[in-house]
């Protein structure tokens, strides 16, 4: 019989909406985000929380529309040294707080868990070499067609995967947000359609970041 994984509040990294995010207790290269009891959901009036209330299974739905696009662009991309922007999935376990998506840890190079560009910016700690890796990732979501719904500051995060017992350089990853959520799917009805979706969340990106967008060029610059 399987043991469920004990996750404590030591263990808790991130709090969002939907999922709350621990450390896992055996793993320090792996995530474990788990879905929030319906109990425990903001009482929110805007129109996905009001889905979420009277459509429950929409938040189900973010998951699996989470997991196939990880798994779309990964299969289009089998080369050994593709390099994702977005974090690694694992699957599912077992936890005693609910069932879990595993997902990479993308680590500082002390082995903690990596900024996101949201404390970055609020804490005035974003470097150039850390806007060109954010330009990367950007540019990799378009190159390979990523459909990204929620490109908010705290769903980017500087750090390192981990390769066996070795970290990697630094890179930017999107870690969350990915997977086409919206009632009428556009953005997966083709790449143009796509590219404009991704253009304008660049656009609110830079607008909660206070950077600039250059929509010719799809880079970010500070001011």
Not at 125 to 140: C, E, H, Y
Not at 164 to 175: D, R, S, T
Not at 178 to 185: E, K, N, T
């Amino acid at each position: 019989m399987a043991v469920a994984l004990n996750l404590s509040v030591s263990n808790l990294v991130a709090s969002g909406v939907q999922r709350a995010v621990y450390l896992h207790p055996n793993d320090r290269t792996k995530l474990i985000k788990v879905l929030k009891p319906d109990g425990q959901m903001p009482n929110r009036w805007n129109f996905n929380g009001v889905m979420d209330r009277v459509m429950p299974s929409t938040r189900i739905r973010q998951i699996r529309k989470e997991y196939t696009e990880y798994l779309r662009v990964m299969l289009q991309h089998p080369e050994p040294d593709f390099r994702a922007p977005m974090s690694h999935m694992f699957g599912f376990v077992s936890t005693n707080v609910g069932l879990g998506c595993l997902t990479e840890n993308v680590m500082g190079p002390d082995g903690s868990v990596g900024e996101t560009l949201g404390q970055k910016m609020k804490r005035g700690t974003l470097t150039d070499s850390q806007l060109t890796l954010l330009n990367d990732t950007i540019d990799a979501l378009f190159v390979h067609s990523v459909r990204a719904s929620d490109l908010n500051p705290n769903n980017f995060v500087f750090g390192h995967r981990s390769y066996g017992n070795v970290l990697g350089p630094e890179e930017c990853v999107l870690v969350d947000g990915f997977g086409d959520i919206h009632a009428i799917p556009v953005r997966s009805m083709g790449r143009w359609l796509n590219r404009i979706g991704l253009a304008d969340s660049c656009k609110r990106l830079a607008r909660n970041t206070k950077l600039l967008w250059d929509p010719k060029t799809r880079r970010f610059s500070h001011f």
